[in-house]
């Protein structure tokens, strides 16, 4: 039987078990979601900007595991996807974006919204295709699904020009496919995991650094197991944080530019580094040359560009981590590792991480009443201090679940991330650690979380600045604060370095009656006293967003840190 | 630090709109640079063959081999490098302004070569030279030094193909 594109394009979806379309229409899209019109099972989700649509079909897809759906229009509402699509690529969110595009017959003519999407997103995302024949759109629709979610999964984009939407053609869609230039790696080569065992088993200081790639792969268990069995010590990375629970005695912390005194220093010393869905990046290695000097080093990703890019290994091995994990469990045995544990947790002691030596309400006891609070939640936060702090003090069960914008360092996540997150686990606690000036890129999403009455908790950590940049202007740049006070204003003194002086206008927004306007509870938080109280109303509150402000002392900031280029073990403590 | 070297590839891709794009882009937003790439459909029409020549260290041949295999518009990377192939260049090489001492040393320089003079006319010669890239190159080193700056150029790239019995590169 023929049907239309945009009816081939709802079955495809079902076919593929969407429930859930994050969308924005327009022009080149207003068929698609007149097919959609009729759809009672697939749930279309109105954000009020496209860039917050992707980031909250990533924190759908990260929080369920289940590929994100976008769909928006062509040209403005395409290209407001790219932020998005970057990040999902660098964090390998599974995501299909479908992009409507003027006809065929005026692509290449500079019409209305016409943008070349595909050119545009072709290197940030795993595979982009414009549908060029109707007879292509199924297995284009199947192809683009398969590509998102297998090997190492990562967004797709898929544009339809609106002729092809609008013309009849076959109604089958494939139940399978197959790609002659992708065939993700399945398996795991036994010769080179032997290898890593002896290797592993012979060592006297050995690590595993856990990345997100074991997140992804939900192998945390397993992970968890083989670091009781073998009693090697966890070191994490932030997007690999809550793999194994943070109180495990074999847990030491994460590694990395933010990452703790014990993590670092273990890295530096030990003699074999089992790293499993790392990706080496300059953020957690520090200065390439000193980066685990001493040790031979396994690598287990699944993605081989990965392998022997940025750190030479002595065994790679290609594998999905759950794979690599459980083969490795059959062969697993205790390494002597009983001084190495001591040492380590003797550093863990020396320097723990904490912001006990600052006065007041710090992000460390925000964060710990969260962890008591809300134990069994998800947990976003969008880039900047607020992140750092909150990958350095979240509390990870097993059961909760931490999602981050690790990769591209994108502001302006956390909100919507959380309310994907939200639709995606109907029920569950979301809190979402934002700073003032992330807050304020997306804050229009209040709007669609109200609409939806989805209850995400947003914790905004106000200390009037963009903090993280300002701690590296205080460190290296000799306080010369340049442009990132959010109370600055015309009457200031451009070279203030907050001597006292201070002219700034009052702090806008007023994030208390901002709220409100979108029919949200807000709550403004001045002093550890009031936290309970608003922990507690912002639990109560099941249909629509509590905002909290926590006024914080401006002059906090993240510790330990390692300068860029620096290496791990030159860290500073503040 | 690996030395730098010259590497050939051989990669089958999908016949379709933006895959040299998605090629050269890879190149470009890795900071790999191409030096030679030519590409052209094949026995199988929605599969074309692309010759590329980059000049690379080690590390980043590796690298750019792996992020080709990944693209999923990639069907195949085969690495020339050292492999038994025979590989050929068209060049069309016009010099202008030539004297009849000129044009007879231009004859004398094709029967050495053993390219062909395409065309001519009263002062200008036009050579068409099917050779490997470094005997174009020392071809066309021998015709800068005997005609200067009169000569024009044009290099269509390499193409190459796994030997039968015999290599020749």
């Known amino acids: 039987m023929d049907i239309k594109g945009t009816e081939l394009f709802v079955k495809a979806l079902r076919e593929e078990g969407v429930d859930t379309v994050f969308g924005y229409p327009g022009g080149m899209a207003i068929d698609l979601f007149d097919a959609l019109y009729d759809a009672d099972d697939i749930d279309v989700i109105l954000p009020r900007h496209e860039q917050a649509l992707v980031h909250e079909a990533d924190g759908y897809a990260r929080s369920t595991g289940k590929v994100g759906v976008c769909l928006v229009t062509s040209g403005p509402g395409a290209t407001n996807l790219v932020t998005g699509i970057a990040t999902a690529n660098y964090d390998c969110v599974p995501l299909v974006c479908f992009t409507g595009q003027v006809s065929r017959d005026l692509i290449g003519n500079d019409a209305f919204q016409e943008v070349d999407i595909v050119g545009v997103t072709r290197n940030i995302c795993k595979y982009a295709v414009t549908v060029r024949d109707r ?68 060592a006297h200081k050995p690590v595993i650094l856990a990345g997100g790639g074991v997140k992804i ?130 550093w863990k002691k020396e320097i723990p991480i904490t912001m006990s030596g600052y006065e007041g309400m710090t992000p460390e006891k925000i964060i710990n009443r969260i962890n008591d609070l809300f134990p069994d939640s998800i947990v976003t936060t969008d880039v900047g201090q607020n992140q750092l702090w909150t990958t350095q003090y979240i509390r990870m069960d097993g059961k909760r679940q931490f999602l981050t914008s690790g990769g591209l360092g994108t502001m302006g996540y956390g909100l919507p991330a959380a309310i994907g997150a939200s639709i995606g686990n109907p029920g569950k606690p979301v809190i979402c650690i934002s700073g003032d000036g992330g807050a304020q890129m997306n804050i229009q999403e ?24 300002k701690q590296m202007q205080k460190m290296f740049y000799n306080k010369r604060y340049s442009s990132t006070c959010l109370r600055y204003s015309r009457s200031c003194n451009r070279q203030c370095r907050i001597d006292g002086t201070c002219t700034g206008r009052d702090y806008v927004p007023d994030f208390v009656k901002l709220a409100e306007s979108y029919g949200c509870v807000g709550i403004r938080v001045e002093d550890e006293s009031q936290m309970d109280e608003a922990f507690k109303r912002a639990a109560e509150n099941t249909k629509s967003v509590t905002l909290i402000e926590f006024m914080l002392d401006c002059e906090y900031d993240v510790y330990p840190m390692v300068p860029g280029g620096a290496a791990l073990s030159d860290m500073m403590f503040g | 630090m690996d030395t730098m070297k010259k590497r050939w590839i051989s990669i089958y891709v999908e016949n379709e709109i933006g895959v ?14 191409i030096d030679t790439l030519t590409v052209g459909v094949t026995e199988d029409p929605t599969m074309s063959r692309m010759t590329i020549g980059v000049t690379s260290d080690d590390k980043t041949f590796e690298q750019i081999k792996k992020q080709l295999n990944r693209s999923v518009e990639v069907i195949k990377v085969m690495d020339f490098t050292d492999l038994p192939i025979h590989m050929k260049e068209l060049m069309f090489v016009k010099v202008n302004s030539c004297t009849e001492k000129d044009k007879a040393e231009a004859f004398r320089i094709a029967q050495v070569y053993g390219v062909k003079i395409e065309d001519y006319n009263k002062n200008t010669i036009l050579f068409e030279c099917t050779m490997t890239e470094d005997k174009n190159n020392s071809l066309l080193k021998l015709l800068s030094e005997t005609y200067g700056y009169r000569l024009e150029v044009v290099r269509g790239g390499a193409v190459a193909i796994e030997a039968v019995s015999y290599t020749e590169r």
């Open chain 1, 446 to 469: 209040l709007a669609t979380a109200h609409a939806l009455e989805t209850p995400v908790i947003l914790c905004i950590f106000n200390n009037t600045y963009l903090g993280n940049v």
């Open chain 2, 20 to 33: 040299l794009a998605r090629i050269s882009g890879l190149f470009s937003g890795k900071s790999y640079n």
């Open chain 1, 135 to 202: 007879k292509d759109l199924a297995t284009i629709i199947k192809k683009a699904f398969y590509v998102a979610r297998t090997g190492k999964p990562g967004p797709v984009v898929v544009d339809i020009p609106k002729d092809i939407q609008l013309e009849m053609g076959s109604d089958e869609y494939p139940s399978e496919i197959s790609i002659r230039g992708y065939k993700p790696s399945n398996g795991v080569h036994v010769g080179q995991l032997k290898k890593a065992m002896t290797m592993l088993k012979s």
């Open chain 1, 217 to 346: 792969s939900r192998a945390g268990e397993s992970l968890t197991r083989l670091a009781e069995k073998m009693r090697i010590p966890v070191i994490t990375t932030i997007m690999g944080k809550g793999v194994i629970p943070t109180d495990h005695p074999m847990y030491v912390g994460n590694i990395g530019m933010y990452g703790n005194y014990a993590s670092n220093k273990a890295i530096s010393e030990c003699d074999v580094l089992f790293a499993i869905g790392v990706r080496f990046g300059d953020r957690i290695t520090g200065k390439i040359e000193e980066f685990a000097k001493n040790a031979k080093i396994i690598h287990v990703d699944i993605d081989t560009a990965s392998i022997s890019r940025n750190i030479v290994v002595n065994i790679p091995i290609v594998a999905d981590a759950k794979t690599a994990l459980d083969e490795m469990l059959n062969h697993a045995s205790a390494v002597k590792s009983d001084a190495w544990l001591k040492s380590i947790d003797e």
